[in-house]
């Protein structure tokens, strides 16, 4: 079992910058392939940003460019950089692991442990 909290949520006016933090249980570098995920009230999931076990990044077409995703070993954290926020990034984030490889890393079935979620809020 892996549990995982995510932080780092709030509100940015358009153009800001949020870094969210997913920390787990116990050390995932190396063995789960991870990813964020954000949920608008509504609406489905939609796969954000992605690392493969080999720390091969993947990211959705509208965080291409703007978000990096990345994994601290020694602090076993998941970490999402947000830049250029736009409102319509607004939602809940939500960080996502399983153990070993996933054929569609931005498709939420892929994963089995999910954090609580933290909410970002970006106003024009």
């Known amino acids: 079992q892996v549990q995982l909290v995510e932080s780092g949520g709030g509100s940015v006016q358009a153009g800001g910058s949020l870094r969210l933090s997913c920390a787990a249980s116990k050390h995932i570098v190396g063995t789960h392939s991870v990813a964020w995920f954000r949920q608008v009230p509504g609406r489905e999931r939609e796969g954000v940003a992605s690392?493969?076990?080999?720390?091969?990044?993947k990211y959705a077409d509208s965080a291409k460019d703007r978000f990096t995703i990345s994994q601290d070993s020694a602090k076993n954290t998941l970490d999402l950089q947000m830049n250029s926020l736009k409102p319509e990034d607004t939602a809940t984030y939500y960080c996502a692991a399983v153990h070993g490889w996933v054929g569609y890393p931005l498709e939420d079935y892929e994963y089995n442990y999910w954090g609580q979620g933290t909410q970002v809020t970006v106003s024009s």
């Open positions: 690392m493969w076990l080999d720390g091969t990044p």
